[in-house]
């Protein structure tokens, strides 16, 4: 069984989607921490370590052989538990920022501040010295559409922030919940997102361990 620490709901249908687009019959099991998120924004990722470590105990008691984390924000906190959980754990953004080695103009969209700084710091790391000319983009007032459970506008306007991007080689989502502004967008550059790799990552380490 896989195990998804999610920090809202909606993503609990888009990735049972994706499971049965992809990888049919994998049993998925959501964990939906909303208040995580909330905390991590207000006071810093770390500051919710000790409950990301609880609920992936909880995934782990309830027969979890992976977790991924869905939450760009916490991902790293996540992450650096799998020691201490004994199974792999997970952050949803790491294959598409392994995905952006062959580019060297990165531009970084996110609708949330706090997920800007994890994302970038990722894609540094995935790079591991390698020269990277990194840009951020705030897409200003996407994150209030979500808020207000208006996905359309939510996704137009990330999009409309896609289609300004200038001067670079990919644009990268930084947030699960924006992976279907891509379709909506009309730029020629590759645009990546998260949902799909991830899910794809996690469900082979899963099965590493069956």
């Known amino acids: 069984m896989l195990a998804l620490l999610h920090t809202s709901p909606v993503h609990v249908p888009v990735f049972d989607s994706l499971r049965d687009a992809d990888h049919p019959g994998v049993p998925l099991r959501h964990y939906v921490r909303e208040e995580l998120l909330s905390r991590a924004v207000a006071q810093g990722p770390d500051a919710v370590g000790a409950d990301v470590t ?14 991924l984390c869905t939450c760009s924000t ?22 598409m ?12 969209v996110a609708a949330l501040h706090s997920t800007l700084e994890p994302t970038a710091s990722l894609i540094r790391e995935e790079a591991a010295g390698r020269r990277v000319d990194l840009r951020t983009v705030l897409a200003g007032e996407a994150w ?24 670079a080689d990919v644009v990268v989502l930084a947030q699960a919940s924006m992976a279907d ?7 020629a550059l590759p645009v990546l997102s998260s949902p799909r790799p991830g899910l794809r990552a996690a469900v082979e380490a899963a099965n590493s361990r069956s």
């Open 54 to 67: 609880a609920v992936l105990g909880e995934a782990v008691a309830g027969g979890a052989r992976a977790v």
């Open 144 to 167: 209030e559409h979500f808020l207000a459970g208006d996905r359309e506008r939510y996704l137009d306007r990330v999009a409309a922030e896609v289609d300004a991007v200038r001067d």
């Open 181 to 187: 502004a891509a379709a909506r967008t009309t730029t």
């Open 97 to 108: 920022a392994a995905a952006t080695a062959a580019h060297e103009r990165i531009v970084v």
């Open 74 to 95: 916490i991902g790293a906190v996540a992450e650096r538990q799998a020691v201490r959980t004994g199974v792999p754990v997970l952050r949803v953004d790491r294959p």
